[in-house]
């Protein structure tokens, strides 16, 4: 099959050139990003209403949403969580499901619902395609010495955050700091009273005054004319001299029974940047945008922006993603180039020969630069899986070459001319390069069936990798056998330097050694078959006690954290422990800047959190890791009095879908909430205890203070008052009621009511509020009404439209997932949990244990294509077992190496695993090949043929072992930014190369003959 390429060299190499400059381009036009785009279509569904109670929020706005959305083709997941004003719905779809037809369900149940949802909603339910676990990736902060927080957040919504939203594969602009403009009326409820009027009557006359109607044109013989009027009123000027009345023939002003002034429309909201009041502007990708896309965008657009706001509005970038991902996949591309320096000087050592390097120096990076040409057709990027792929691809592709080289070498090396030694060598061995790609591919192709996230996440190295192999094997066959014929000459003894005489000396002692060994191994088969079963028994063992994670935590340099305090705090009080958190952090010499708010938005869902996002500095100007910095900051924090602050690594894969105060999550679900309390209580109790576990909390907040108003329902029916008037009149006055809306050129503002703040007191606010009874006097609430204090639930959560608990949980120090995940069913099982609540590990955790249950069958049966492609290749049933025996000492070597590293088996480390049963194949493949044919042509026996072969493919076995090896190095070695991500990897092939070396070189032949025995006596009649 390379004949027509040897002879025509010309068309050969242009082919190569064309295979090259499409590598090129292509590469130019790559996407980058951390990793493969891969996530949940999500979808985020807001609605809010001031004021309202956790309960109020999930019987009237969240059941009403949830019955509609339970019937949408395609969901995976919908979880729910009602707050004080707050609705938050997220809705996770199958994989499957295209994230723009997920929309449109999510838009027709929204409008399915519209006619339960309650009538004074200020806004209906609002949707983004975002999911809300994702971090921002870039964070900005707006400031300013002289400008009001209300004008600053003015210009932030509509200035900015309107435009950047625009951008593709923007999900979600959020403005956190809650300083958006409004007019607010604090109205004193006993001067009303003393007028005989009510704070329904201010609403009305408010929401009367302010109106913005069409009103018509006149269209005259020859002029035409618009009707417009002072309708409005546009600030606190016009509405406090609004008369509400008039007592004694003359007019009750607004501004005399209130205080009207421009503020804020949410006095519980606050944002800082570092410990400044600022405007933060967070922006969320939707699932499966580029993160590196989206801010670079971003960035693009900003001083465009920027130019539009007053000069002393400062805009400064708090947090940006992607400044790790470049580095990290900077990195990756580093060590990719180290890798094939290393490559190429072990090839020099071994050849001893410029030209002879020369070759397969070619053959290596026009498989990988040509590899860029098939990554762009498929949509894929350059992310730190395909990097890593293509870093370990250094060792594979360099096989093909250096055994083609070193066939054709041993012909010329006996005298045979270049070309025909070129012809007849790459003859022999194309079968066996052949075999060497088709195995090598095989193994990769449970990869690329593995389901759920984590197969679509490994499709992408799997298919780069088995790209690039697949062209090595093409330029192995073509452009490597046309050098070969044309640069490689006999180099006589004599002429051979000191290098080469010292290396070739050294060489062949290493070859008479083994030849020494390997005669002693043959004459003790039965110690040696001995020695294979117990590398078997033993990698068993080790393969069932090591500690098992999933994906290694990584130093993105992003510290998200969850400040909680207790349930009963007041906004003020929450702000100044906030305030204390971020001082106390700031002073770490490792974090560089943090931006931070409090109050219910949308993201935060109670008063008594907060949220933090701390950027550290540069790994290069720190002296910890991420987690390392987390431990400090949680020590040092301790003394921050009234609040604690949960933090955990930003990470580049994110496989939840509600935010969580540590990385992994359980969830327990009920019908009956009782039940569900006292059982959540029972799990952290007990959880708590376990050495394996650490951070165990839940998000049940049942703590929160209450005041239950008790009508007396016969008092207020003789009055004419209904619990409609009542809940108007609380509502008005402690509800921050939107009772108007001003309407401008570029956004929309409200009018909020609420009493002076001296009237909102616990002990007589209701003394002080009044309604007017059927005889027009008005009545106090205190007459008709008892408060009794009792304790309620900051948050109602559901699942599926189940109450839920979420417990989050840390492994222990020093402890795996594994090992926590068990500690976590032993505590469970011991309670004997009742059926009716219903228990599962959430997001990554539950990833975790379907990928745990997955690794045995996905290794099975990648064993089991390689051999039935064997089979194929060989026409045999046992040589295939042949080969196959080389991977438990491969597997061995590599789980031995995670050992005393420290490392878990994680799914980087398992595809290194099943790598490895590419690699050592192939050496085994090249001892089989030429034992057979030996058998087969020359008519040797069995013994002398597969000793014969072991010597003569000792160098090219050895060559590519150590290419492989040494192709891993920078993974396993490298530092920097994503280094815990390659580290695995590189880790788990060098010891499973170290090991299955040592012993396969002898094994293999031993086996080789028990097969070939068992064969001879089964064909004995």
């Given at each position: 099959?390379?004949?027509?390429?040897?002879?025509?060299?010309?068309?050969?190499?242009?082919?190569?050139?064309?295979?090259?400059?499409?590598?090129?381009?292509?590469?130019?036009?790559?996407?980058?990003?951390?990793?493969?785009?891969?996530?949940?279509?999500?979808?985020?569904?807001?609605?809010?209403?001031?004021?309202?109670?956790?309960?109020?929020?999930?019987?009237?706005?969240?059941?009403?949403?949830?019955?509609?959305?339970?019937?949408?083709?395609?969901?995976?997941?919908?979880?729910?969580?009602?707050?004080?004003?707050?609705?938050?719905?997220?809705?996770?779809?199958?994989?499957?499901?295209?994230?723009?037809?997920?929309?449109?369900?999510?838009?027709?149940?929204?409008?399915?619902?519209?006619?339960?949802?309650?009538?004074?909603?200020?806004?209906?339910?609002?949707?983004?395609?975002?999911?809300?676990?994702?971090?921002?990736?870039?964070?900005?902060?707006?400031?300013?010495?002289?400008?009001?927080?209300?004008?600053?957040?003015?210009?932030?919504?509509?200035?900015?955050?309107?435009?950047?939203?625009?951008?593709?594969?923007?999900?979600?602009?959020?403005?956190?700091?809650?300083?958006?403009?409004?007019?607010?009326?604090?109205?004193?409820?006993?001067?009303?009273?003393?007028?005989?009027?009510?704070?329904?009557?201010?609403?009305?006359?408010?929401?009367?005054?302010?109106?913005?109607?069409?009103?018509?044109?006149?269209?005259?013989?020859?002029?035409?004319?618009?009707?417009?009027?002072?309708?409005?009123?546009?600030?606190?000027?016009?509405?406090?001299?609004?008369?509400?009345?008039?007592?004694?023939?003359?007019?009750?002003?607004?501004?005399?029974?209130?205080?009207?002034?421009?503020?804020?429309?949410?006095?519980?909201?606050?944002?800082?940047?570092?410990?400044?009041?600022?405007?933060?502007?967070?922006?969320?990708?939707?699932?499966?945008?580029?993160?590196?896309?989206?801010?670079?965008?971003?960035?693009?657009?900003?001083?465009?922006?920027?130019?539009?706001?007053?000069?002393?509005?400062?805009?400064?970038?708090?947090?940006?993603?992607?400044?790790?991902?470049?580095?990290?996949v900077s990195d990756v591309q580093r060590d990719l180039m180290f890798s094939i320096a290393l490559v190429v000087g072990v090839i020099f050592v071994f050849l001893r020969n410029a030209p002879a390097t020369f070759i397969p120096s070619v053959a290596v990076p026009l498989s990988l630069v040509g590899t860029f040409a098939a990554m762009s057709l498929l949509g894929f990027s350059l992310n730190n899986l395909t990097l890593m792929a293509l870093t370990i691809a250094t060792g594979f592709v360099v096989d093909d070459a250096i055994v083609m080289i070193e066939n054709i070498s041993r012909y010329i090396e006996g005298g045979t001319r270049p070309l025909d030694a070129a012809l007849k060598g790459s003859k022999q061995i194309g079968f066996t390069i052949l075999s060497l790609t088709v195995s090598l591919i095989a193994v990769l192709i449970p990869l690329l069936f593995m389901g759920d996230v984590v197969g679509r996440l490994f499709r992408e190295f799997a298919i780069t990798l088995a790209v690039t192999i697949l062209l090595?094997?093409?330029?192995?066959?073509?452009?490597?056998?046309?050098?070969?014929?044309?640069?490689?000459?006999?180099?006589?003894?004599?002429?051979?330097?000191?290098?080469?005489?010292?290396?070739?000396?050294?060489?062949?002692?290493?070859?008479?050694?083994?030849?020494?060994?390997?005669?002693?191994?043959?004459?003790?088969?039965?110690?040696?078959?001995?020695?294979?079963?117990?590398?078997?028994?033993?990698?068993?063992?080790?393969?069932?006690?090591?500690?098992?994670?999933?994906?290694?935590?990584?130093?993105?340099?992003?510290?998200?954290?969850?400040?909680?305090?207790?349930?009963?705090?007041?906004?003020?009080?929450?702000?100044?422990?906030?305030?204390?958190?971020?001082?106390?952090?700031?002073?770490?010499?490792?974090?560089?800047?943090?931006?931070?708010?409090?109050?219910?938005?949308?993201?935060?869902?109670?008063?008594?959190?907060?949220?933090?996002?701390?950027?550290?500095?540069?790994?290069?100007?720190?002296?910890?890791?991420?987690?390392?910095?987390?431990?400090?900051?949680?020590?040092?924090?301790?003394?921050?009095?009234?609040?604690?602050?949960?933090?955990?690594?930003?990470?580049?894969?994110?496989?939840?879908?509600?935010?969580?105060?540590?990385?992994?999550?359980?969830?327990?679900?009920?019908?009956?909430?009782?039940?569900?309390?006292?059982?959540?209580?029972?799990?952290?109790?007990?959880?708590?205890?376990?050495?394996?576990?650490?951070?165990?909390?839940?998000?049940?907040?049942?703590?929160?203070?209450?005041?239950?108003?008790?009508?007396?329902?016969?008092?207020?029916?003789?009055?004419?008052?209904?619990?409609?008037?009542?809940?108007?009149?609380?509502?008005?006055?402690?509800?921050?009621?939107?009772?108007?809306?001003?309407?401008?050129?570029?956004?929309?503002?409200?009018?909020?009511?609420?009493?002076?703040?001296?009237?909102?007191?616990?002990?007589?606010?209701?003394?002080?509020?009044?309604?007017?009874?059927?005889?027009?006097?008005?009545?106090?609430?205190?007459?008709?009404?008892?408060?009794?204090?009792?304790?309620?639930?900051?948050?109602?959560?559901?699942?599926?439209?189940?109450?839920?608990?979420?417990?989050?949980?840390?492994?222990?120090?020093?402890?795996?997932?594994?090992?926590?995940?068990?500690?976590?069913?032993?505590?469970?099982?011991?309670?004997?949990?009742?059926?009716?609540?219903?228990?599962?590990?959430?997001?990554?955790?539950?990833?975790?244990?379907?990928?745990?249950?997955?690794?045995?069958?996905?290794?099975?049966?990648?064993?089991?294509?390689?051999?039935?492609?064997?089979?194929?290749?060989?026409?045999?049933?046992?040589?295939?077992?042949?080969?196959?025996?080389?991977?438990?000492?491969?597997?061995?070597?590599?789980?031995?190496?995670?050992?005393?590293?420290?490392?878990?088996?994680?799914?980087?480390?398992?595809?290194?695993?099943?790598?490895?049963?590419?690699?050592?194949?192939?050496?085994?493949?090249?001892?089989?090949?030429?034992?057979?044919?030996?058998?087969?042509?020359?008519?040797?026996?069995?013994?002398?043929?597969?000793?014969?072969?072991?010597?003569?493919?000792?160098?090219?076995?050895?060559?590519?072992?150590?290419?492989?090896?040494?192709?891993?190095?920078?993974?396993?070695?490298?530092?920097?930014?994503?280094?815990?991500?390659?580290?695995?990897?590189?880790?788990?092939?060098?010891?499973?190369?170290?090991?299955?070396?040592?012993?396969?070189?002898?094994?293999?032949?031993?086996?080789?003959?028990?097969?070939?025995?068992?064969?001879?006596?089964?064909?004995?009649?």
């Amino acid at each position: 099959m390379s004949e027509p390429f040897i002879l025509r060299p010309v068309a050969t190499s242009l082919l190569m050139l064309a295979l090259l400059l499409a590598g090129v381009l292509s590469y130019r036009l790559l996407p980058v990003s951390a990793l493969p785009e891969v996530n949940y279509p999500t979808i985020q569904v807001l609605t809010f209403q001031p004021g309202a109670s956790p309960e109020v929020m999930a019987s009237g706005v969240t059941a009403p949403l949830e019955r509609q959305f339970g019937q949408m083709p395609g969901l995976n997941q919908m979880t729910s969580s009602s707050s004080n004003g707050a609705s938050v719905i997220t809705l996770q779809f199958t994989l499957q499901m295209s994230l723009d037809i997920a929309e449109q369900q999510v838009q027709a149940a929204i409008n399915a619902a519209a006619n339960l949802l309650p009538s004074d909603l200020p806004n209906p339910p609002i949707y983004n395609k975002v999911n809300p676990a994702d971090t921002p990736v870039i964070t900005l902060a707006l400031t300013s010495d002289t400008v009001p927080l209300t004008r600053v957040e003015d210009l932030t919504d509509t200035r900015l955050a309107q435009k950047l939203s625009q951008l593709p594969g923007v999900g979600l602009v959020s403005i956190s700091g809650g300083q958006r403009p409004a007019v607010r009326i604090q109205a004193n409820g006993p001067a009303l009273a003393a007028h005989g009027l009510t704070l329904e009557d201010v609403r009305t006359a408010v929401a009367a005054a302010n109106v913005n109607l069409p009103k018509g044109s006149f269209d005259g013989p020859r002029q035409a004319y618009t009707l417009n009027a002072n309708d409005q009123r546009l600030s606190s000027g016009d509405y406090a001299p609004l008369i509400i009345a008039y007592r004694d023939g003359a007019p009750l002003r607004l501004s005399d029974v209130a205080h009207v002034f421009d503020g804020a429309e949410n006095v519980r909201q606050a944002a800082w940047a570092g410990t400044t009041p600022a405007v933060i502007l967070n922006v969320q990708r939707q699932p499966g945008a580029n993160v590196i896309a989206v801010v670079d965008s971003v960035r693009k657009l900003l001083p465009q922006l920027q130019a539009t706001l007053p000069a002393q509005v400062k805009v400064t970038v708090l947090s940006d993603r992607t400044t790790t991902i470049r580095a990290s996949v900077s990195d990756v591309q580093r060590d990719l180039m180290f890798s094939i320096a290393l490559v190429v000087g072990v090839i020099f050592v071994f050849l001893r020969n410029a030209p002879a390097t020369f070759i397969p120096s070619v053959a290596v990076p026009l498989s990988l630069v040509g590899t860029f040409a098939a990554m762009s057709l498929l949509g894929f990027s350059l992310n730190n899986l395909t990097l890593m792929a293509l870093t370990i691809a250094t060792g594979f592709v360099v096989d093909d070459a250096i055994v083609m080289i070193e066939n054709i070498s041993r012909y010329i090396e006996g005298g045979t001319r270049p070309l025909d030694a070129a012809l007849k060598g790459s003859k022999q061995i194309g079968f066996t390069i052949l075999s060497l790609t088709v195995s090598l591919i095989a193994v990769l192709i449970p990869l690329l069936f593995m389901g759920d996230v984590v197969g679509r996440l490994f499709r992408e190295f799997a298919i780069t990798l088995a790209v690039t192999i697949l062209l090595s094997a093409v330029v192995s066959l073509t452009l490597t056998p046309m050098l070969c014929s044309r640069l490689l000459r006999r180099h006589p003894t004599e002429e051979d330097s000191r290098f080469e005489r010292v290396v070739g000396g050294a060489f062949r002692g290493l070859v008479q050694r083994y030849d020494t060994a390997l005669t002693w191994v043959l004459r003790h088969r039965a110690l040696t078959l001995l020695m294979a079963a117990a590398t078997l028994a033993l990698t068993a063992l080790l393969l069932v006690t090591i500690p098992k994670g999933f994906f290694p935590v990584q130093d993105t340099g992003v510290l998200q954290g969850i400040s909680q305090a207790p349930p009963s705090i007041s906004f003020p009080a929450m702000a100044e422990r906030q305030q204390a958190l971020a001082r106390a952090v700031l002073e770490d010499p490792a974090v560089e800047g943090l931006s931070s708010f409090i109050g219910v938005d949308g993201t935060n869902l109670t008063q008594n959190s907060g949220r933090m996002l701390i950027t550290l500095k540069p790994l290069s100007r720190r002296d910890a890791s991420a987690t390392e910095v987390i431990r400090r900051l949680q020590a040092s924090l301790v003394g921050v009095p009234g609040i604690s602050l949960s933090l955990s690594p930003v990470q580049d894969l994110t496989l939840d879908s509600r935010v969580s105060r540590t990385q992994y999550q359980y969830s327990l679900s009920s019908p009956d909430a009782a039940e569900l309390d006292t059982w959540t209580g029972r799990l952290v109790e007990h959880l708590r205890t376990r050495p394996e576990l650490t951070d165990v909390a839940s998000d049940l907040q049942n703590g929160g203070l209450r005041l239950d108003v008790t009508l007396d329902r016969d008092t207020a029916s003789r009055l004419g008052i209904t619990p409609q008037d009542i809940d108007d009149a609380l509502y008005d006055a402690f509800g921050q009621r939107q009772v108007s809306t001003i309407f401008t050129q570029l956004n929309q503002y409200r009018v909020v009511l609420e009493v002076l703040p001296a009237l909102q007191r616990v002990d007589t606010a209701l003394d002080n509020l009044y309604l007017r009874s059927s005889a027009g006097g008005p009545v106090p609430l205190g007459t008709l009404a008892t408060v009794s204090r009792s304790q309620g639930p900051l948050t109602i959560n559901r699942q599926g439209q189940f109450p839920v608990a979420i417990v989050s949980f840390n492994p222990g120090p020093d402890m795996s997932l594994s090992q926590a995940v068990a500690a976590f069913d032993g505590v469970r099982d011991r309670l004997r949990i009742p059926a009716s609540v219903q228990t599962a590990f959430e997001g990554t955790a539950r990833t975790f244990q379907d990928s745990l249950a997955h690794e045995g069958f996905l290794v099975l049966a990648a064993v089991v294509v390689v051999y039935i492609v064997l089979g194929v290749l060989y026409e045999s049933y046992i040589h295939p077992l042949t080969i196959l025996s080389t991977l438990p000492s491969a597997c061995l070597g590599a789980l031995l190496a995670l050992r005393l590293c420290g490392m878990e088996l994680g799914m980087i480390a398992l595809i290194g695993i099943i790598l490895l049963i590419g690699i050592v194949m192939k050496n085994a493949i090249m001892m089989i090949d030429f034992a057979l044919e030996a058998e087969r042509v020359e008519k040797k026996p069995a013994l002398d043929a597969i000793h014969e072969a072991c010597l003569l493919r000792f160098r090219p076995i050895l060559m590519t072992t150590m290419a492989s090896m040494l192709g891993a190095v920078p993974l396993a070695l490298g530092g920097g930014i994503g280094s815990e991500l390659r580290q695995p990897l590189g880790i788990a092939i060098i010891g499973g190369l170290m090991v299955s070396q040592l012993l396969t070189l002898f094994t293999t032949p031993v086996i080789y003959l028990g097969f070939d025995a068992l064969a001879h006596r089964r064909r004995r009649p």
